[in-house]
């Protein structure tokens, strides 16, 4: 069964730096756009980051623009989410996904894999 593992979450500061990892074992990473998405308390899941299969093509919300970065490695099977200039309204669960459309979704319905997330805690 292919799965998505999300790492690197944690508790840290407004203003901090964290980068997520998530590895895709089993997957044909390659042949897979990813993306990121997150889920803050009592809030729906929203679009955070997208990266297309050759990670030429990036995407972003726009609450975190400027300050995210999404990357891939796809010999590693691993797509990144460097997180810089932290917020506390950037406090969630964020999960990673998968999707083997041709293009970057913003919708969590596109995707086909999901992880089980990471929970990313900015305080004050």
């Known amino acids: 069964q292919e799965q998505l593992v999300e790492s690197g979450g944690g508790l840290v500061q407004a203003g901090d730096s964290l980068t997520l990892a998530c590895g895709a074992p089993?997957?044909?990473?390659?042949?897979?756009?990813m993306g990121w998405f997150r889920q803050a308390p009592g809030k729906a899941r929203e679009f955070v980051a997208g990266?297309?299969?050759?990670?030429?093509?990036?995407f972003y919300g726009d609450s975190v623009k400027g300050r995210f970065t999404i990357s891939r490695v796809n010999t590693k099977n691993t797509v990144y989410l460097e997180m810089s200039s932290l917020k506390p309204e950037d406090t969630a669960v964020y999960y990673c996904?998968?999707?083997?459309?041709?293009?970057?979704?913003?919708?969590?319905?596109?995707?086909?894999?999901w992880g089980q997330g990471t929970q990313v805690t900015v305080s004050s």
């Open positions: 089993g997957l044909t990473f390659g042949t897979y756009n």
């Open positions: 996904a998968a999707d083997n459309s041709w293009v970057v979704h913003r919708t969590e319905s596109e995707y086909n894999y």
């Open positions: 990266i297309t299969r050759n990670g030429i093509n990036k």
